[in-house]
C-alpha cells in the first residue's frame, strides 16, 4: 500500500496574504504593524482583526531588512546558568521589553578570540542595534573591546569603564567583611571566585582592602570556582585547624558547601564562625542558618543598562554611576565568642 506524502511543507503566512484576506493593500498591513499613524482607526482595527484571526507573526529578518530597524539588541553572555548572569539577563530582558525591544542571547563556548568572534558575528547577522556584553571574565571583556563593530556596546563589567554598567563589587565586599569587623572577628578567612572573573577580583580586592583599612591580619584568600562544591572541601580542609572565626565567601554557593562542612565537623555556626556570602539568591533565606550575604539589585541593573543603550542610540553619551550592594544581616554572623 502507498501513502502519498506531500513533500511540500505548508508555507508560513505572509504580509500579502494578510492584505489579500484583509481587502487592503500590502502597504497597509505594513503600516498597521509597525504602528503608523497614518491610517484609520476603523482600517487598522479591521487589518488588526485579520492578523490575530489568521495568527499572523512578522518575519523579524524581514521586517529588520524593510525597515533598517530590527528592535533586537544583542546578548553575549558565558556561564548564564550561574546565578548572577541568568539574573542579569532576565532583568535586562524585562527593561528592553519595556522600551520596545527584545533580545537574541549568543552563549559562548568558550573565552577564545575566535568563539567570541564568531558570537558577535552571530549576533550581528542577526542586524541587532545593539550589544550588551554579560561575559565577566577578563579575557572575553578584552576581546571584545578591541573589535570595530557598527553598533553601540555595553558591558556589564568593571566600574568606572566608559560605555559599562556595574555593580561595585568592591564596595559589596568591603561591607561583608566590615561587618563581620564590627561584630569582633580579626581572623577572617576569604573564599575566592575564579580570578579571571572580574566581579570574583573586585571581591577580593574589596576583602584585602578593608582588612588593611582595619589593619586586621590578611591571609591569602582561597581561588575557588562559585561552586557548593568547592566551598565543602575547602571547609573540611580549613576545619582541621580552625585559626580563624569567619568566613566571607565569594559567593552564596560556596557559603552553602563551607556550612555543610561545618556541620559535618560538627562546627557550629554562627556560635563557632561566623559567614558571610554574596548575591543573595532566593534559597540564601532559607539556609540553615539563614546566610548574612550582600544582596545585588539586577532589576535597577537591568533598567540601567537599557538606558545607557537608549541614550547611545540617539546620539547621547551616557555614563552610569555603579550600583552599591547591600548588606543583608541574618543568623549566619554573630559576635565571637571570645568578644
Same mark, same amino acid.
Given at each position: ?98 522600551? @520596545?525591544? =527584545?533580545? %537574541?542571547? &549568543? ?7 575566535? /568563539? ?5 558575528? *552571530? $549576533? ?35 566600574? @568606572?569603564? =566608559?560605555? %559599562?554598567? &556595574? ?7 568591603? /561591607? ?5 569587623? *564590627? $561584630? ?156
Amino acid at each position: 500500500m502507498r501513502v502519498a506524502v506531500d513533500s511540500e511543507p505548508p508555507r508560513a503566512l505572509n504580509i500579502r496574504d494578510v492584505a489579500r484576506e484583509a481587502g487592503v493593500s500590502y502597504q497597509t498591513v505594513s503600516r498597521v504593524l509597525n504602528g503608523s499613524d497614518r491610517i484609520r482607526e476603523k482600517t487598522r482595527e479591521h487589518v488588526q482583526s485579520v492578523i490575530d484571526r489568521l495568527g499572523y507573526r512578522p518575519n523579524p529578518v524581514a521586517r529588520a531588512l524593510s525597515t533598517s530597524r530590527s528592535r533586537t539588541i544583542g546578548v553575549l553572555t558565558a556561564q548564564s546558568s550561574l546565578y548572577g548572569p541568568a539574573t542579569a539577563i532576565t532583568a535586562i530582558e524585562f527593561a528592553a521589553r519595556d522600551a @520596545g525591544y =527584545r533580545l %537574541s542571547v &549568543a552563549n559562548l563556548r568558550s573565552g577564545e578570540p575566535d /568563539a567570541v568572534r564568531t558570537s558577535v558575528d *552571530d $549576533l550581528l547577522s542577526q542586524a541587532v542595534e545593539a550589544i550588551i556584553v554579560i561575559a565577566p571574565q577578563q579575557e572575553v571583556l578584552s576581546e571584545v573591546g578591541g573589535m570595530s563593530v557598527d553598533v553601540p556596546i555595553v558591558a556589564l563589567g568593571p566600574s @568606572g569603564e =566608559r560605555h %559599562s554598567m &556595574a555593580m561595585d563589587q568592591i564596595a559589596g565586599a568591603r /561591607a561583608a567583611v566590615g561587618h563581620l569587623a *564590627d $561584630l569582633g572577628h580579626e581572623f577572617i578567612v576569604h573564599l575566592a571566585g575564579p580570578q579571571n572573573w572580574t566581579e570574583a577580583e573586585a571581591r577580593m580586592v574589596g576583602y584585602l582592602r578593608e582588612l588593611d583599612a582595619r589593619d586586621l591580619r590578611v591571609r591569602a584568600p582561597l581561588l575557588g570556582d562559585w561552586t557548593a562544591q568547592f566551598g565543602y572541601e575547602a571547609g573540611l580542609s580549613l576545619l582541621r585547624t580552625p585559626d580563624f572565626t569567619a568566613v566571607f565567601a565569594g559567593n552564596d554557593s560556596m557559603a552553602l558547601g563551607f556550612l555543610h562542612a561545618c556541620r559535618e565537623r560538627g562546627v557550629r555556626v554562627p556560635e563557632d564562625i561566623s559567614i558571610v556570602g554574596f548575591d543573595d539568591i532566593p534559597e540564601a533565606a532559607h539556609f540553615f542558618p539563614p546566610l548574612t550575604t550582600v544582596r545585588q539589585d539586577f532589576v535597577e541593573l537591568g533598567r540601567r543598562t537599557i538606558r545607557i543603550l537608549m541614550a547611545q542610540l540617539n546620539g547621547e553619551d551616557v555614563v552610569q554611576e555603579p550600583l552599591i550592594p547591600r548588606l543583608i544581616v541574618r543568623a549566619s554572623s554573630a559576635a565571637p565568642r571570645s568578644s
